[in-house]
């Protein structure tokens, strides 16, 4: 049997982008959603695929969102949670606030049109043993927020160099001690829930997601396809398995995304975005067996997996 692999993308919205960057111009709530959710299903669409879409509930609740609900239903893909606000600080959050957050976020899709979510994943790539807790108790059967790579701090340090003085994001992306979370699914000691993390290159654990691949791309497009091919092979290794995380901005030319001229990779033209994309999405299925989030955690659920106490992961 070919090994499992799965694919899912974040819809952050322009606006999400903004705010956590420290750009005013976010309370305007600017959406590109209406020019890349359609791209993205066509992509997913010609290269046969059923993936998992992380909504936010600020934008389930407005029109564009809530037809973005609706189109991403429609066509078969899993929707999942990923917070009411976007806010990268939800580990500062009380008990009581992180439940609103999950809750208002999941009331905000299902009215949209999708089942209740059964799937989380944090704005920030950080859990804590309280947002665990709140996963849980509502029923939740996984979590996809962690991203095992030692690069947090210096993401972090980008982010502050680059970012407003109203981003109040000084303690985003978690600290070194990252690198020692494992780099494939394991289960929760307390309350059993599964954590499927964002795959990172093993061994180097550098992330191999969108923006990465698109820096390379800048420089060469063969070193991005090179690079994408040794983190394939790699996963194959070491039976890291492999959970593919995508963005709107991975199919966007930077004129649809004004504001974001600061983020990695939006200098590349949209057409040639959308290449690299579906060059990517046709290795990953010539290695393995493409599911969402939510089919990748089902199938992983019935084999032994390793336990983790929930500490030490922010
Ligand atoms: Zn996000």
């Known amino acids: 049997m070919r090994p499992v692999a799965s694919v899912s993308l974040d819809l952050d919205n322009l606006w999400a982008y903004l705010k956590t960057h420290g750009d005013p111009a976010w309370e305007r709530r600017p959406s590109f959603l209406p020019s890349a959710v359609p791209r993205l299903l066509d992509v997913f669409g010609e290269h046969g695929l059923t993936t998992t879409v992380f909504v936010v509930g600020a934008d389930a609740e407005r029109d564009d969102g809530a037809g973005a609900v609706a189109a ?35 009331r905000a899709i299902v009215a949209a049109g999708a089942p209740k979510p059964t799937g989380f994943r944090g704005p920030g790539y950080s859990v804590t043993p309280q947002l665990l807790d709140v996963l849980t108790r509502r029923g939740y059967r996984y979590d996809a927020s962690v991203l ?10 980008y982010h502050n ?3 407003g003085p109203d981003s109040g994001a000084t303690d985003l992306f978690g600290g070194f001690g990252k690198v020692r979370a494992p780099n494939q699914a394991y289960r929760w000691r307390a309350g059993g829930l599964v954590e499927l993390p964002v795959t990172t290159m093993p061994l180097l654990r550098v992330p191999i997601h969108g923006a990465y691949l698109l820096q390379l791309h800048q420089i ?4 991005a ?18 959970s593919l995380l995508l963005h709107p901005t991975d199919v966007l030319a930077a004129a649809e995304a004004p504001g974001m001229e600061f983020f990695p990779g939006m200098a590349v033209p949209g057409g040639e975005k959308v290449a690299l994309l579906g060059w990517v999405l046709s290795s990953l299925r010539r290695h393995f067996d493409v599911v969402g989030t939510g089919e990748h955690v089902a199938r992983l659920d019935g084999t032994a997996l390793r336990e983790r106490d929930p500490v030490a992961c922010g």
Do not use: K, M
Not at 77 to 106: C, I, T
Not at 225 to 242: E, K, M, P, S
């Open 161 to 163: 160099r680059t970012a």
């Open 148 to 157: 095992p790579t030692w690069i947090g701090p210096l993401a972090r340090a």
């Open 225 to 242: 396809r090179g690079y994408f091919r040794t983190a394939l092979r790699l996963c194959r290794a070491t039976g890291a398995g492999q």
């Open 72 to 106: 991403i239903t429609a066509a078969g893909h899993e929707v999942a949670n990923h917070s009411f606000g976007h806010e990268p600080w939800l580990h500062r959050y009380s008990p009581a606030e992180l439940d609103d957050e999950v809750a208002r976020a999941e």
């Open 220 to 223: 060469s497009p063969r070193l």
